[in-house]
């Protein structure tokens, strides 16, 4: 995807807020010159015996710690990634993209249905139309709620 972007437009983004799924190490390294990646680091599996006194998973506070066979481009992103800023940064996207993702996903939108660049942009379009127009039913109610003023003109004001 970086790639397409520069042959597409000449430069790439400073910085990439990508899905969870992202983060191979290949990729990260691929693109480290080019721009900053801000993913999720994965959570290693903890074995079975790792448990605490009371019972719950010992957890894995080093997963943001540099590894043994990481690259100076994985370890930076590691690192960027238990800073603050990324875990907020990365939590704000899972609360606007992913509810708009799996909200498409759930009304049909699987897989495209059409090929050709402008006929997935007309799909799109009426995907995102159709989202909005469904938000505005949910969020019309509460613009007019009886918070506002009542209007001049109204029953028995004739």
């Known amino acids: 995807?970086?790639?397409?972007l520069e042959q597409r437009f000449g430069t790439t983004p400073d910085q990439w807020l990508v899905d969870g799924g992202y983060p191979a190490h290949e990729q990260i390294e691929a693109v480290a010159g080019k721009t900053e990646v801000y993913a999720p680091v994965p959570q290693a599996r903890a074995d079975k015996g790792d448990k605490d006194e009371q019972g719950g998973g010992g957890g894995c506070p080093g997963n943001h710690e540099r590894?043994?066979?990481?690259?100076?481009?994985?370890?930076?992103?590691?690192?960027?990634?238990a800073t603050p800023r990324a875990k907020d940064l990365y939590r704000l996207r899972a609360a606007t993209a992913e509810c708009v993702n799996a909200q498409a996903r759930n009304r049909g939108l699987q897989r495209l249905p059409v090929r050709g660049q402008a006929k997935v942009r007309c799909v799109a379009l009426l995907f995102a139309l159709a989202h909005n127009l469904m938000r505005s039913i949910v969020l019309m109610p509460k613009m007019f709620s009886d918070t506002q003023a009542p209007c001049a003109i109204g029953p028995g004001t004739a």
Do not use: G, I, N
């Not at 995807?1 to 397409?4: K, L, S």
């Not at 930076?76 to 990634?81: C, G, I, P, T, Y």
């Open 67 to 81: 590894k043994p066979d990481d690259s100076d481009a994985v370890a930076q992103w590691r690192e960027r990634m």
């Open 1 to 4: 995807m970086v790639e397409q």
